[in-house]
Protein backbone atom coordinates (compact mmCIF):
# COMPACT_ATOMS: atom_id res chain seq x y z
CA UNK A 1 0.00 0.00 0.00
CA UNK A 2 3.12 2.49 0.96
CA UNK A 3 4.52 1.49 -2.03
CA UNK A 4 1.49 2.37 -4.30
CA UNK A 5 0.96 5.72 -2.31
CA UNK A 6 4.68 7.16 -2.93
CA UNK A 7 4.37 5.62 -6.80
CA UNK A 8 0.58 7.77 -6.42
CA UNK A 9 2.51 10.39 -5.12
CA UNK A 10 5.59 10.45 -7.83
CA UNK A 11 2.79 10.47 -10.49
CA UNK A 12 0.95 13.63 -9.43
CA UNK A 13 4.72 15.42 -8.95
CA UNK A 14 5.26 14.77 -12.58
CA UNK A 15 1.98 15.69 -13.68
CA UNK A 16 1.94 19.19 -11.71
CA UNK A 17 5.46 19.61 -12.64
CA UNK A 18 4.21 19.46 -16.69
CA UNK A 19 1.33 21.68 -15.87
CA UNK A 20 3.46 24.11 -14.38
CA UNK A 21 6.08 24.69 -17.23
CA UNK A 22 3.00 24.32 -19.45
CA UNK A 23 1.67 27.77 -18.35
CA UNK A 24 5.60 28.94 -17.99
CA UNK A 25 5.58 27.81 -22.47
CA UNK A 26 2.35 29.80 -22.90
CA UNK A 27 3.44 32.83 -21.26
CA UNK A 28 6.55 32.75 -23.58
CA UNK A 29 4.51 31.55 -27.01
CA UNK A 30 2.31 34.73 -26.64
CA UNK A 31 5.23 36.87 -26.80
CA UNK A 32 5.28 37.95 -30.69
CA UNK A 33 7.20 40.63 -32.82
CA UNK A 34 5.16 43.55 -33.07
CA UNK A 35 5.88 44.36 -36.41
CA UNK A 36 5.38 40.66 -37.80
CA UNK A 37 1.69 41.55 -36.12
CA UNK A 38 1.09 44.99 -37.34
CA UNK A 39 1.63 43.21 -40.96
CA UNK A 40 -1.60 41.22 -40.49
CA UNK A 41 -3.43 43.86 -40.75
CA UNK A 42 -0.86 46.14 -43.07
CA UNK A 43 1.71 44.32 -45.24
CA UNK A 44 3.32 47.59 -46.22
CA UNK A 45 4.22 48.05 -42.96
CA UNK A 46 8.04 48.58 -42.99
CA UNK A 47 8.16 50.77 -39.90
CA UNK A 48 6.37 51.70 -37.08
CA UNK A 49 5.91 54.44 -34.12
CA UNK A 50 4.69 54.07 -30.41
CA UNK A 51 1.64 56.44 -30.49
CA UNK A 52 0.62 55.21 -26.48
CA UNK A 53 -2.77 55.43 -25.11
CA UNK A 54 -4.21 52.35 -23.05
CA UNK A 55 -4.29 49.78 -25.97
CA UNK A 56 -1.07 49.18 -27.43
CA UNK A 57 -1.01 51.53 -30.77
CA UNK A 58 0.98 52.26 -33.61
CA UNK A 59 1.74 54.45 -36.29
CA UNK A 60 2.87 52.88 -39.58
CA UNK A 61 4.90 53.76 -42.49
CA UNK A 62 5.87 51.61 -45.82
CA UNK A 63 9.50 51.22 -46.92
CA UNK A 64 9.67 54.31 -49.26
CA UNK A 65 8.33 56.14 -45.49
CA UNK A 66 4.94 57.15 -46.76
CA UNK A 67 2.33 57.73 -43.72
CA UNK A 68 0.51 54.89 -43.66
CA UNK A 69 -2.04 55.22 -41.06
CA UNK A 70 -2.60 53.60 -37.26
CA UNK A 71 -2.54 50.13 -35.91
CA UNK A 72 -4.04 49.31 -32.33
CA UNK A 73 -4.53 46.40 -30.85
CA UNK A 74 -7.23 46.33 -28.41
CA UNK A 75 -8.94 42.82 -26.18
CA UNK A 76 -12.60 41.99 -25.14
CA UNK A 77 -13.41 38.86 -23.58
CA UNK A 78 -15.13 35.56 -25.93
CA UNK A 79 -16.68 33.12 -24.56
CA UNK A 80 -13.75 30.84 -23.82
CA UNK A 81 -11.69 33.63 -23.42
CA UNK A 82 -9.97 36.94 -24.57
CA UNK A 83 -9.43 37.91 -27.64
CA UNK A 84 -7.18 40.39 -29.51
CA UNK A 85 -7.78 41.97 -32.58
CA UNK A 86 -5.92 44.29 -34.63
CA UNK A 87 -7.75 47.14 -36.17
CA UNK A 88 -5.64 49.27 -38.70
CA UNK A 89 -7.24 52.82 -39.68
CA UNK A 90 -5.76 55.08 -42.45
CA UNK A 91 -5.01 58.72 -41.83
CA UNK A 92 -8.69 60.05 -42.27
CA UNK A 93 -9.86 57.41 -39.62
CA UNK A 94 -11.56 54.71 -41.51
CA UNK A 95 -10.94 51.01 -40.59
CA UNK A 96 -9.23 49.38 -43.23
CA UNK A 97 -8.38 45.83 -41.67
CA UNK A 98 -9.68 43.80 -38.77
CA UNK A 99 -7.33 40.90 -37.83
CA UNK A 100 -7.25 38.37 -34.92
CA UNK A 101 -3.56 38.26 -33.11
CA UNK A 102 -4.23 35.91 -30.16
CA UNK A 103 -7.26 34.51 -29.05
CA UNK A 104 -8.49 31.42 -26.30
CA UNK A 105 -11.64 31.77 -27.65
CA UNK A 106 -13.95 28.41 -28.05
CA UNK A 107 -12.60 27.40 -31.82
CA UNK A 108 -16.14 26.42 -32.83
CA UNK A 109 -17.75 29.95 -32.35
CA UNK A 110 -15.23 31.74 -33.39
CA UNK A 111 -15.01 29.82 -36.97
CA UNK A 112 -18.62 30.19 -37.29
CA UNK A 113 -17.86 34.19 -36.77
CA UNK A 114 -15.02 33.90 -39.49
CA UNK A 115 -17.02 32.14 -41.53
CA UNK A 116 -19.95 34.39 -42.30
CA UNK A 117 -17.65 37.07 -42.82
CA UNK A 118 -18.16 38.99 -39.99
CA UNK A 119 -14.80 41.30 -39.84
CA UNK A 120 -15.82 42.59 -43.48
CA UNK A 121 -18.90 44.10 -42.26
CA UNK A 122 -16.48 46.32 -40.08
CA UNK A 123 -14.54 47.92 -42.89
CA UNK A 124 -14.74 51.54 -44.28
CA UNK A 125 -16.50 52.75 -41.00
CA UNK A 126 -14.80 55.31 -38.61
CA UNK A 127 -15.59 55.14 -34.77
CA UNK A 128 -17.73 58.13 -34.89
CA UNK A 129 -20.41 56.27 -37.05
CA UNK A 130 -19.92 53.57 -34.43
CA UNK A 131 -20.85 50.09 -35.04
CA UNK A 132 -24.06 49.32 -33.19
CA UNK A 133 -25.81 48.30 -35.84
CA UNK A 134 -23.90 45.55 -37.14
CA UNK A 135 -25.86 42.55 -35.76
CA UNK A 136 -23.82 39.51 -33.82
CA UNK A 137 -23.65 36.14 -35.52
CA UNK A 138 -26.38 33.89 -34.27
CA UNK A 139 -25.02 30.72 -32.10
CA UNK A 140 -21.68 33.06 -31.69
CA UNK A 141 -22.96 36.37 -30.04
CA UNK A 142 -20.89 36.17 -27.19
CA UNK A 143 -17.73 36.29 -29.93
CA UNK A 144 -19.01 38.40 -32.14
CA UNK A 145 -19.87 41.18 -29.62
CA UNK A 146 -16.62 40.74 -28.18
CA UNK A 147 -14.93 41.82 -31.62
CA UNK A 148 -16.79 44.57 -31.89
CA UNK A 149 -16.05 45.59 -28.53
CA UNK A 150 -12.25 45.51 -28.74
CA UNK A 151 -12.48 46.91 -32.53
CA UNK A 152 -14.67 49.73 -30.86
CA UNK A 153 -12.38 50.43 -28.06
CA UNK A 154 -8.85 51.01 -30.25
CA UNK A 155 -10.76 52.69 -32.68
CA UNK A 156 -11.98 55.40 -30.94
CA UNK A 157 -8.46 55.38 -29.03
CA UNK A 158 -6.89 55.95 -31.98
CA UNK A 159 -9.62 58.70 -33.46
CA UNK A 160 -9.57 60.66 -29.89
CA UNK A 161 -5.81 60.75 -29.06
CA UNK A 162 -4.26 61.01 -32.71
CA UNK A 163 -6.84 62.10 -34.82
CA UNK A 164 -8.55 64.84 -32.57
CA UNK A 165 -12.09 63.49 -32.06
CA UNK A 166 -13.77 63.54 -29.17
CA UNK A 167 -15.94 60.44 -28.75
CA UNK A 168 -17.02 58.94 -25.42
CA UNK A 169 -15.86 56.02 -24.41
CA UNK A 170 -18.32 53.65 -22.55
CA UNK A 171 -15.53 52.20 -20.11
CA UNK A 172 -18.31 51.27 -17.08
CA UNK A 173 -19.77 48.43 -15.52
CA UNK A 174 -23.41 48.08 -17.62
CA UNK A 175 -25.05 44.96 -16.01
CA UNK A 176 -27.73 43.39 -18.32
CA UNK A 177 -31.00 41.58 -17.32
CA UNK A 178 -28.93 38.45 -18.03
CA UNK A 179 -26.57 39.42 -15.38
CA UNK A 180 -28.92 40.38 -12.80
CA UNK A 181 -30.94 37.15 -13.76
CA UNK A 182 -27.82 34.76 -13.09
CA UNK A 183 -27.18 36.41 -9.89
CA UNK A 184 -30.65 35.78 -8.47
CA UNK A 185 -30.83 32.35 -10.19
CA UNK A 186 -27.16 31.61 -8.32
CA UNK A 187 -28.03 33.57 -4.80
CA UNK A 188 -31.14 31.35 -4.86
CA UNK A 189 -29.53 27.86 -5.54
CA UNK A 190 -26.78 29.01 -2.69
CA UNK A 191 -29.80 29.93 -0.27
CA UNK A 192 -31.61 26.44 -0.78
CA UNK A 193 -28.73 24.46 -0.40
CA UNK A 194 -27.86 26.38 2.71
CA UNK A 195 -31.17 25.64 4.20
CA UNK A 196 -31.84 22.04 2.32
CA UNK A 197 -34.91 23.41 0.94
CA UNK A 198 -35.28 20.55 -1.34
CA UNK A 199 -38.46 21.06 -2.77
CA UNK A 200 -37.06 24.11 -5.12
CA UNK A 201 -34.72 22.10 -6.27
CA UNK A 202 -36.60 20.59 -9.14
CA UNK A 203 -37.74 24.10 -9.92
CA UNK A 204 -34.53 25.86 -9.88
CA UNK A 205 -32.87 22.86 -11.97
CA UNK A 206 -35.83 23.70 -14.71
CA UNK A 207 -35.37 26.88 -14.57
CA UNK A 208 -31.40 26.80 -14.52
CA UNK A 209 -32.44 24.92 -17.61
CA UNK A 210 -34.23 27.14 -19.79
CA UNK A 211 -31.99 30.34 -18.44
CA UNK A 212 -28.32 28.98 -18.14
CA UNK A 213 -28.90 26.35 -20.39
CA UNK A 214 -30.46 27.37 -23.58
CA UNK A 215 -31.04 31.46 -23.23
CA UNK A 216 -27.85 32.08 -22.03
CA UNK A 217 -25.87 28.57 -22.82
CA UNK A 218 -23.57 29.48 -19.65
CA UNK A 219 -22.95 26.39 -18.29
CA UNK A 220 -19.43 26.31 -15.98
CA UNK A 221 -16.89 24.13 -18.27
CA UNK A 222 -13.74 22.89 -18.11
CA UNK A 223 -12.25 25.20 -20.53
CA UNK A 224 -13.46 28.44 -17.93
CA UNK A 225 -11.41 26.53 -15.13
CA UNK A 226 -8.07 26.86 -17.79
CA UNK A 227 -8.35 30.39 -18.33
CA UNK A 228 -8.77 31.07 -14.51
CA UNK A 229 -5.57 28.96 -13.37
CA UNK A 230 -3.54 30.26 -16.66
CA UNK A 231 -4.51 34.23 -15.81
CA UNK A 232 -6.07 34.37 -18.73
CA UNK A 233 -8.92 36.46 -17.64
CA UNK A 234 -11.55 37.98 -19.62
CA UNK A 235 -12.36 41.95 -18.46
CA UNK A 236 -14.97 42.56 -15.49
CA UNK A 237 -16.33 44.82 -17.33
CA UNK A 238 -17.45 43.25 -20.21
CA UNK A 239 -18.20 40.03 -18.66
CA UNK A 240 -19.29 40.43 -15.12
CA UNK A 241 -21.40 37.38 -15.65
CA UNK A 242 -18.40 35.37 -15.85
CA UNK A 243 -16.86 36.49 -12.70
CA UNK A 244 -20.06 34.97 -11.47
CA UNK A 245 -20.32 31.90 -12.79
CA UNK A 246 -16.56 30.85 -12.63
CA UNK A 247 -14.48 32.32 -9.85
CA UNK A 248 -17.92 32.86 -7.89
CA UNK A 249 -18.83 29.61 -7.66
CA UNK A 250 -15.73 28.36 -7.36
CA UNK A 251 -15.32 30.49 -3.87
CA UNK A 252 -18.30 29.85 -2.93
CA UNK A 253 -18.09 25.85 -3.49
CA UNK A 254 -14.32 26.20 -1.67
CA UNK A 255 -16.13 28.13 1.39
CA UNK A 256 -19.18 26.16 1.78
CA UNK A 257 -17.44 22.57 1.42
CA UNK A 258 -20.22 21.75 -0.93
CA UNK A 259 -20.36 21.54 -4.35
CA UNK A 260 -24.30 23.37 -4.62
CA UNK A 261 -23.91 23.85 -8.38
CA UNK A 262 -24.05 20.20 -9.39
CA UNK A 263 -26.63 19.59 -7.13
CA UNK A 264 -29.04 22.78 -7.53
CA UNK A 265 -27.94 24.45 -10.47
CA UNK A 266 -26.06 22.51 -13.88
CA UNK A 267 -28.07 22.72 -16.78
CA UNK A 268 -26.69 19.43 -18.15
CA UNK A 269 -26.80 17.80 -14.70
CA UNK A 270 -30.19 18.78 -14.20
CA UNK A 271 -31.66 17.24 -18.30
CA UNK A 272 -29.87 13.64 -17.37
CA UNK A 273 -31.34 13.84 -14.07
CA UNK A 274 -34.72 14.77 -15.65
CA UNK A 275 -34.37 11.42 -18.07
CA UNK A 276 -33.69 9.66 -15.71
CA UNK A 277 -36.81 9.99 -13.20
CA UNK A 278 -39.11 10.51 -15.80
CA UNK A 279 -37.53 7.76 -19.00
CA UNK A 280 -35.88 5.13 -15.91
CA UNK A 281 -37.39 2.48 -18.64
CA UNK A 282 -35.00 -0.64 -17.58
CA UNK A 283 -32.07 -0.11 -14.47
CA UNK A 284 -28.40 -0.65 -15.62
CA UNK A 285 -26.45 -0.89 -12.09
CA UNK A 286 -22.76 -1.28 -12.39
CA UNK A 287 -21.41 -1.39 -9.10
CA UNK A 288 -19.97 1.47 -6.98
CA UNK A 289 -16.55 0.36 -7.05
CA UNK A 290 -16.07 0.06 -10.43
CA UNK A 291 -17.70 3.80 -11.13
CA UNK A 292 -15.44 4.48 -8.30
CA UNK A 293 -12.61 3.48 -10.00
CA UNK A 294 -13.49 5.23 -13.58
CA UNK A 295 -14.27 7.94 -11.77
CA UNK A 296 -11.08 8.65 -10.85
CA UNK A 297 -9.45 8.33 -14.51
CA UNK A 298 -11.27 11.96 -14.98
CA UNK A 299 -7.79 13.41 -13.53
CA UNK A 300 -6.15 11.85 -16.40
CA UNK A 301 -8.63 13.42 -19.34
CA UNK A 302 -9.14 16.58 -17.26
CA UNK A 303 -4.96 16.55 -17.62
CA UNK A 304 -4.58 15.94 -20.75
CA UNK A 305 -6.96 18.38 -21.81
CA UNK A 306 -5.77 21.35 -19.49
CA UNK A 307 -1.90 20.52 -21.41
CA UNK A 308 -3.25 20.98 -24.45
CA UNK A 309 -4.91 23.93 -24.15
CA UNK A 310 -1.97 25.40 -22.50
CA UNK A 311 0.60 24.20 -24.92
CA UNK A 312 -1.84 25.55 -27.61
CA UNK A 313 -2.58 28.61 -25.81
CA UNK A 314 -6.18 28.51 -26.06
CA UNK A 315 -8.54 27.62 -23.04
CA UNK A 316 -11.01 27.11 -25.73
CA UNK A 317 -9.92 23.91 -26.96
CA UNK A 318 -10.73 21.98 -23.03
CA UNK A 319 -14.22 22.11 -23.40
CA UNK A 320 -15.00 18.55 -24.38
CA UNK A 321 -18.26 18.61 -22.91
CA UNK A 322 -21.25 18.27 -24.66
CA UNK A 323 -23.12 21.42 -22.93
CA UNK A 324 -22.96 23.57 -26.26
CA UNK A 325 -24.27 20.79 -28.15
CA UNK A 326 -27.00 20.06 -25.93
CA UNK A 327 -28.66 23.62 -25.74
CA UNK A 328 -27.22 25.38 -28.73
CA UNK A 329 -26.50 22.63 -30.99
CA UNK A 330 -22.82 23.61 -31.35
CA UNK A 331 -20.01 21.13 -31.29
CA UNK A 332 -17.87 18.66 -33.47
CA UNK A 333 -19.64 15.75 -34.73
CA UNK A 334 -17.12 13.93 -31.70
CA UNK A 335 -19.47 16.01 -29.09
CA UNK A 336 -22.33 14.84 -30.85
CA UNK A 337 -21.82 11.47 -30.52
CA UNK A 338 -20.95 11.72 -26.81
CA UNK A 339 -24.01 14.22 -26.57
CA UNK A 340 -26.00 11.06 -27.78
CA UNK A 341 -24.55 8.19 -25.84
CA UNK A 342 -25.03 10.37 -22.54
CA UNK A 343 -28.66 11.49 -23.07
CA UNK A 344 -29.47 7.67 -24.25
CA UNK A 345 -27.59 5.98 -21.05
CA UNK A 346 -29.17 8.51 -18.95
CA UNK A 347 -32.32 6.38 -19.61
CA UNK A 348 -30.71 3.82 -17.27
CA UNK A 349 -27.87 5.23 -15.40
CA UNK A 350 -28.29 8.42 -12.49
CA UNK A 351 -26.09 11.20 -14.23
CA UNK A 352 -23.69 8.70 -16.07
CA UNK A 353 -22.15 11.98 -17.36
CA UNK A 354 -21.02 13.09 -14.09
CA UNK A 355 -19.75 10.59 -12.48
CA UNK A 356 -17.61 9.25 -14.84
CA UNK A 357 -16.57 12.12 -17.21
CA UNK A 358 -17.07 15.60 -16.35
CA UNK A 359 -13.99 17.38 -16.02
CA UNK A 360 -16.41 20.37 -13.84
CA UNK A 361 -17.95 18.44 -11.40
CA UNK A 362 -14.56 16.91 -10.77
CA UNK A 363 -12.67 20.11 -9.60
CA UNK A 364 -16.18 21.34 -7.85
CA UNK A 365 -15.96 18.15 -5.62
CA UNK A 366 -12.41 18.78 -5.42
CA UNK A 367 -12.51 21.95 -4.13
CA UNK A 368 -15.81 21.00 -1.36
CA UNK A 369 -13.90 18.10 -0.31
CA UNK A 370 -10.39 20.24 0.66
CA UNK A 371 -11.96 22.78 2.55
CA UNK A 372 -14.16 19.90 4.46
CA UNK A 373 -10.65 18.20 5.06
CA UNK A 374 -8.94 21.81 6.08
CA UNK A 375 -11.74 22.10 8.25
CA UNK A 376 -11.30 18.35 9.64
CA UNK A 377 -14.97 17.54 8.78
CA UNK A 378 -16.14 13.71 8.62
CA UNK A 379 -16.72 13.49 4.53
CA UNK A 380 -20.06 13.13 3.59
CA UNK A 381 -21.16 10.58 0.98
CA UNK A 382 -22.62 12.43 -1.61
CA UNK A 383 -25.46 11.08 -3.88
CA UNK A 384 -22.79 11.78 -6.60
CA UNK A 385 -19.88 11.40 -4.82
CA UNK A 386 -17.66 7.91 -4.91
CA UNK A 387 -17.92 5.30 -3.13
CA UNK A 388 -14.86 4.73 -1.31
CA UNK A 389 -16.19 1.35 0.19
CA UNK A 390 -13.93 -0.02 -2.37
CA UNK A 391 -11.09 0.83 0.20
CA UNK A 392 -12.30 -1.92 2.55
CA UNK A 393 -11.27 -5.24 1.59
CA UNK A 394 -14.20 -6.47 2.54
CA UNK A 395 -16.47 -4.72 0.30
CA UNK A 396 -18.84 -7.36 -1.28
CA UNK A 397 -17.84 -6.16 -4.89
CA UNK A 398 -14.38 -6.63 -4.46
CA UNK A 399 -14.68 -10.30 -3.23
CA UNK A 400 -16.81 -11.08 -5.89
CA UNK A 401 -15.34 -9.47 -9.05
CA UNK A 402 -17.30 -7.59 -11.71
CA UNK A 403 -20.59 -8.61 -12.95
CA UNK A 404 -22.04 -8.35 -16.80
CA UNK A 405 -22.85 -5.25 -15.97
CA UNK A 406 -19.62 -4.01 -14.89
CA UNK A 407 -18.22 -4.61 -17.78
CA UNK A 408 -20.59 -3.04 -20.03
CA UNK A 409 -20.34 -0.35 -18.07
CA UNK A 410 -16.20 -0.22 -18.58
CA UNK A 411 -16.62 -0.61 -22.33
CA UNK A 412 -19.02 2.00 -22.53
CA UNK A 413 -16.70 4.73 -20.97
CA UNK A 414 -13.99 3.35 -22.73
CA UNK A 415 -15.69 4.25 -26.07
CA UNK A 416 -16.95 7.39 -24.51
CA UNK A 417 -13.47 8.26 -23.10
CA UNK A 418 -12.00 7.81 -27.17
CA UNK A 419 -14.29 9.99 -28.45
CA UNK A 420 -13.50 12.56 -25.58
CA UNK A 421 -9.47 12.60 -27.08
CA UNK A 422 -10.95 12.59 -30.94
CA UNK A 423 -12.99 15.47 -29.31
CA UNK A 424 -10.12 17.43 -28.23
CA UNK A 425 -8.08 17.01 -31.59
CA UNK A 426 -10.79 18.41 -33.54
CA UNK A 427 -10.90 21.33 -31.13
CA UNK A 428 -7.28 21.58 -32.15
CA UNK A 429 -7.73 21.34 -35.97
CA UNK A 430 -10.74 23.68 -36.33
CA UNK A 431 -8.38 26.45 -34.45
CA UNK A 432 -8.19 29.66 -36.17
S1 LIG B 1 -20.77 16.85 -12.86
FE1 LIG B 1 -20.69 18.22 -14.66
S2 LIG B 1 -22.56 17.84 -15.82
FE2 LIG B 1 -22.79 16.91 -13.80
S3 LIG B 1 -23.85 18.43 -12.63
FE3 LIG B 1 -21.68 18.75 -12.25
S4 LIG B 1 -20.98 20.22 -13.78
FE4 LIG B 1 -22.98 19.49 -14.41
Not at 15 to 37: G, P, W
Not at 176 to 185: F, N, R, S
Not at 245 to 253: E, N, R
Request: aromatic share 10%; glycine share 8%.
Amino acid sequence: MNKEKQRDKKLIGITVLLLIFAVIYQHFANEKDTLSVLRQGEPAAARFENAGGNYPSYKLWDAQENFLGYGVIAGASGYGGKLSVLSVLNPAGQITKVSLTENSETPLYLNKVLATGFLQKILGRNPEQGFGDINAVSGATITSEAIIAAVQKGSVQIANEQLGMKIPNDDGVNPTWKDMAALALVLTAIICSARKIKKLRPWLLFLSVIFIGFILNNSLTFSNFVSLFSGNLPSFVERPIWYLMVPGILIITLFRGENFYCSWLCPFGAVQEGIYRSLNLFKFSPSQNIQSKVGKYRWWMLWVAAMTALIFNNAGIASYEPFSVCFDGSGNIAQWIIMSIILLMSIALFRFWCHSFCPVGLMLDFMARLQRKLKRKKIEIRENANCNHCDNASCPQKISGMSRQDKLYLVLVSIVNIIILIALLLNISSMS
